[in-house]
């Protein structure tokens, strides 16, 4: 069955930097678009960003363009979130979502 893990999340200061992995498992990781999102403490699951199969296509919610990135590595059938300057509001569960199958998420906390 599908299985997408998430990790790399911590309590970092504001302005560092985080590295969130999603590996998965189960399926055919190279034929499908993966996309990341997160969940503010009491607010709604956002979208976050989106890579096609390939890796040569991204989509990036408003918020947070310029200080995320979205890539993946086939080979390992991981797809990766780099997060640059965190700010406090970044603070949430951050899930990644494979063939309509979602991870158990990973907590990121900023502290100002």
């Known amino acids: 069955q599908v299985q997408l893990e998430e990790s790399g999340g911590g309590l970092v200061q504001a302005g560092g930097s985080l590295r969130l992995s999603c590996a998965a498992s189960?399926?055919?990781?190279?034929?499908?678009?993966m996309k990341w999102y997160r969940q503010p403490p009491g607010k709604a699951r956002l979208f976050v960003a989106h890579i096609s199969a390939s890796g040569d296509s991204t989509i990036y919610a408003d918020s947070v363009k310029g200080r995320f990135t979205i890539s993946r590595d086939n080979a390992k059938n991981t797809v990766y979130l780099q997060i640059d300057s965190l700010k406090p509001e970044d603070t949430a569960v951050y899930y990644c979502?494979?063939?309509?199958?979602w991870g158990q998420g990973t907590q990121v906390t900023v502290s100002s």
């Open positions: 979502n494979g063939k309509n199958q």
């Open positions: 189960g399926f055919t990781f190279s034929t499908y678009d």
